[in-house]
């Protein structure tokens, strides 16, 4: 690994299935123990019911309130709060607030499609 700096593209932000824009920071394959995504949610939205196979995650929230559920947790949360989601725990996020709800999604190891697990209203 080399040093470098990336530079933040918003042009690289989707819209995900589970309701939340989605900008992948640092996903590679060649950095394994760690990713680092910014999330978006925006206002009156809740993230649908899911979890991470073998990936602790960490949400460290940056703009925006909201209600984080986790496992049975269920919180407020708002900026510079930081969320910790073991693996296997189901989740899902609200934003509560007039702004968009803004976080850093940091996975340990890094983020895989496989790894996510939509959660049916019987499984949540």
């Known amino acids: 690994m080399t040093e470098e700096v ?18 992948e920071l640092e996903n590679t394959e060649r950095q394994q123990a760690l990713s680092i995504a910014r999330a978006r949610v925006t206002p009156g939205v809740t993230t649908r019911w899911h979890r991470l196979s073998g990936i602790t995650e960490r949400y460290v ?14 919180q407020a949360v708002g900026p510079c709060d930081v969320v910790v989601i073991p693996p296997g725990c189901r989740q899902r996020i609200r934003n509560d607030g007039d702004s ?10 890094r983020f895989t499609l496989e790894a996510y697990q939509e959660l049916s209203p019987s499984q949540a």
Request: glycine share 10%; proline share 5%.
């Open 61 to 74: 929230i940056l703009e925006g309130t909201g209600t984080v559920e986790a496992g049975g947790l269920k």
């Open 100 to 109: 968009d709800l803004v976080f850093l999604a940091i996975c340990t190891p």
């Open 6 to 23: 990336r530079r933040y593209d918003p042009a690289r932000e989707y819209f995900t299935e589970e309701q939340c824009f989605i900008n």
